[in-house]
């Protein structure tokens, strides 16, 4: 999930209007295939932001607002498009901003778990709520979208063991060890490190997830957290939802050296639709753009054209003009799906979109319908039947499976216990 400054988001937005998802082409070919693979294999996606969206943008109606039809304008996701986009399982997000203080961080959670499970139980025919993967294949036989959820954040549990094993059991299946900000134990791939990647504490923490037959999710973690937690842990890990970075060169992306240890632990790379991590041209387009605004007008410390809000203006259309956003497309995100696949293998890429987390989207993929468009693409370019039932959701219903396996092995093991100043308060001292 990317969050930008209100000011980015406000620019990118005026720039265009939303383009939707054009339906699959009832000529295509392919289609037909796809159906029938998709009426039995599900289609699982790692991270959706919908609960994030629906607090934000709904507030109090969130709890009662009909979910079946909603504006497209202004969130990704709806039941009937969720339908329409052959989803067959779910990790909700329960995100909360980074930037609170870690008890509140706590309750924002809590809300957030218990709106995914007031959605499931007003709409028992659309939703099911799933833990393990047998519960997503019994969702699927019966219909209904297997609704997984996931922590985006380490900050969430506020160094506590005991706040991780509550998200565990009410049914939290993944932790992202950090979101944009490093945290007390573990570095961030956005925010300056300060760990050279995970910590004692953190260590523990992820052999407590394993413990727990929680998910280890790497998404959002700078590299060298990617390889501590791989290192560490004794199931198969995720990326919930991010991307290449040979294709894409953003930290939030995932290296070919990181791939080919994925690929060792068993794990899954869920491929992110954010264009700037699809896209390396939009990337330094964006990273330019964002910067106008302290370059033509930014007080109260100054700029080109301070105090003179018409010829900051000018200045920022004439950027825009001479410097037009890069378009970015569903073969670019096949991309990078190809390209996960090739270096890692078939049985180690899926799909994270990052719905209602993004300010834009691909072209022709604006939303939860659209899935069908990126497996038709990768089927135009000889994906097999088996391969795209892997990359659907065989290959993070395997992981899943891996984790409840570990998590029985690990069942006489006592539960961890120890705070963070604990465990890591000798190694910090010694640092200083």
């Known amino acids: 999930?990317?969050?930008?400054?209100?000011?980015?988001?406000?620019?990118?937005?005026?720039?265009?209007?939303?383009?939707?998802?054009?339906?699959?082409?009832?000529?295509?070919?392919?289609?037909?295939?796809l159906k029938r693979l998709l009426a039995t294999a599900p289609l699982i996606d790692g991270h959706n932001d919908w609960a994030e969206a629906l607090a934000g943008k709904a507030g109090d109606k969130r709890w009662t607002m009909d979910l079946t039809k909603l504006d497209p304008a202004a969130y990704d996701t709806?039941?009937?498009?969720?339908?329409?986009?052959?989803?067959?399982?779910?990790?909700?997000?329960?995100?909360?901003?980074?930037?609170?203080?870690?008890?509140?961080?706590?309750?924002?959670?809590?809300?957030?778990?218990?709106?995914?499970?007031?959605?499931?139980?007003?709409?028992?025919?659309?939703?099911a709520l799933a833990r393990t993967a047998a519960d997503v294949v019994?969702?699927?036989?019966?219909?209904?979208?297997?609704?997984?959820?996931?922590?985006?954040?380490?900050?969430?549990?506020?160094?506590?063991?005991?706040?991780?094993?509550?998200?565990?059991?009410?049914?939290?299946?993944?932790?992202?060890?950090?979101?944009?900000?490093?945290?007390?134990?573990?570095?961030?791939?956005?925010?300056?490190?300060?760990?050279d990647g995970l910590t004692p504490f953190g260590i523990a923490v992820v052999r407590e997830l394993n413990r727990l037959g929680m998910l280890v999710d790497l998404a959002h973690v700078s590299e060298g957290t990617m390889l501590d937690a791989i290192a560490a842990s004794r199931a198969p890990v995720?990326?919930?939802?991010?991307?290449?970075?040979?294709?894409t060169d953003h930290t939030r992306n995932v290296s070919d050296?990181?791939?080919?240890?994925?690929?060792?632990?068993?794990?899954?790379?869920?491929?992110?639709?954010?264009?700037?991590?699809?896209?390396?041209?939009?990337?330094?387009?964006?990273?330019?753009?964002?910067?106008?605004?302290?370059?033509y007008n930014q007080p109260p410390l100054g700029g080109l054209y301070i105090g003179e809000p018409e010829k900051a203006k000018a200045a920022r259309e004439a950027w825009l003009k001479a410097h037009p956003k890069p378009v970015v497309t569903v073969a670019m995100v096949a991309d990078h799906v190809d390209h996960i696949a090739k270096v890692a293998g078939h049985d180690h890429v899926g799909l994270g979109g990052d719905?209602?987390?993004?300010?834009?989207?691909?072209?022709?993929?604006?939303?939860?319908?659209?899935?069908?468009?990126?497996?038709?693409?990768?089927?135009?370019?000889?994906?097999?039947?088996?391969?795209i039932a892997k990359l659907a959701g065989g290959n993070i219903l395997r992981v899943m499976a891996a984790a409840e396996k570990v998590a029985a092995s690990m069942a006489n093991e006592p539960p961890a216990t120890a705070t963070e100043k604990a465990l890591d308060g000798d190694a910090k001292a010694a640092a200083k």
């Open 78 to 127: 709806d039941i009937e498009r969720l339908r329409q986009g052959m989803v067959g399982g779910q990790f909700w997000s329960v995100y909360v901003s980074p930037s609170l203080p870690g008890p509140e961080q706590v309750k924002a959670t809590l809300e957030q778990i218990d709106l995914i499970k007031s959605i499931v139980r007003r709409y028992p025919n659309d939703f």
């Open 138 to 195: 019994a969702a699927k036989k019966a219909g209904k979208i297997a609704s997984m959820m996931g922590a985006e954040g380490g900050g969430q549990i506020d160094e506590s063991f005991s706040v991780l094993r509550a998200y565990a059991a009410l049914g939290v299946g993944y932790l992202t060890l950090t979101h944009s900000k490093t945290i007390s134990w573990a570095d961030s791939a956005t925010d300056n490190p300060q760990h």
């Open 1 to 33: 999930m990317t969050r930008l400054s209100l000011a980015l988001a406000a620019s990118l937005l005026a720039l265009s209007a939303p383009l939707r998802a054009e339906p699959p082409d009832p000529a295509d070919p392919n289609l037909p295939r």
């Open 238 to 247: 995720i990326f919930s939802h991010s991307s290449a970075r040979a294709l």
């Open 257 to 295: 050296a990181v791939l080919k240890k994925v690929a060792e632990n068993g794990g899954v790379v869920m491929v992110n639709f954010a264009p700037q991590y699809v896209s390396d041209a939009r990337r330094i387009w964006g990273a330019e753009e964002g910067s106008l605004n302290a370059l």
């Open 355 to 387: 719905y209602d987390g993004l300010v834009e989207l691909p072209q022709g993929m604006s939303g939860v319908e659209s899935y069908p468009a990126l497996l038709l693409e990768l089927m135009k370019r000889g994906w097999t039947d088996a391969d």
